[in-house]
């Protein structure tokens, strides 16, 4: 195991089961979109339509959004690869998949993109090798129970030269923005979380960021699950970050 590849499992610590997180997003599903605007101050449309833009995808193409949740990054990513193109989410949580297919004919709005929502899992994709000319994952990785080994998944199913995409909350380290994340998502999104009845998951939400791997670390992941030219592009002060490569 590489230094990097260490360092991503070190940042991993405390995370919880594969079975428990799946059952987490199953329960949280009916207010997750709610809780995500909430949570991003309605932010967070705007990141995934930058994620778009640095995954380079285009009409025709072929993309698959692992994590895909309730569908938002999915429905954007089918805008770039109309007409013609599709995309594929991805998710463990049923759940979850079943409010991405509720929303799926208004969000498309007459797209011409197939979109499919199929149940799946990060580290065992069910995809033959170079499938897809992109893969993408929005803020989906912390809880990956081996991000190393889902990553290598992920890269494996997209043909050379594809791009692999991660939109990730960030935990900045020092300044004005550090207080304020501090204090919004150590206090204020468990509390919110609180009142939706979800205190013990909008309080594992947060802390799985201050877990995850920094950028150095991530690009050193990413690198040993066979993509090149990696890097990452860092919003909002710090609080989000697009991390990128293209498959080797």
């Known amino acids: 195991m590489s230094d990097f590849a260490a360092a991503g499992k070190a940042a ?3 995370t919880l089961p594969e079975q428990q997180v799946q059952a987490m997003f199953d329960r949280i599903a009916k207010r997750y979109d709610l809780m995500n605007t909430l949570m991003t101050a309605g932010l967070h449309d705007e990141w995934r339509r930058r994620a778009v833009g640095v995954a380079g995808v285009g ?3 072929h993309v698959l959004d692992v994590a895909t949740g309730t569908g938002d990054f999915a429905f954007e990513l089918a805008k770039a690869v109309a007409p013609g193109g599709s995309v594929t989410g991805a998710d463990f949580s049923e759940e979850m998949l079943i409010i991405a297919r509720q929303k799926q004919a208004q969000a498309l709005g007459g797209i011409d993109a197939e979109v499919v929502f199929e149940r799946g899992n990060a580290l065992d994709l069910h995809y033959d090798d170079d499938t897809f000319d992109a893969v ?25 030269g594809g791009k692999f995409v991660i939109l990730e909350i960030s935990q900045p380290q020092k300044g004005p923005l550090a207080l304020f994340y501090k204090a919004w998502f150590d206090a204020l999104v468990p509390l919110i979380g609180r009142f939706a009845g979800e205190d013990s998951a909008y309080t594992y939400l947060p802390n799985s960021v201050k877990r995850f791997a920094k950028p150095q670390q991530l690009a050193g992941v990413l690198h040993d699950a066979g993509t090149e030219q990696v890097g990452w592009l860092s919003l909002a002060g710090g609080i989000i970050t697009i991390h990128h490569g293209v498959v080797s």
Do not use: N
Request: net charge positive; glycine share 16%.
């Open 12 to 14: 991993q610590k405390g």
């Open 59 to 61: 009409p025709g193409d």
């Open 136 to 160: 993408t994952v929005g803020f989906g990785v912390r809880f990956f129970s081996d991000m190393a080994a889902g990553l290598t998944e992920m890269a494996r199913v997209v043909r050379p």
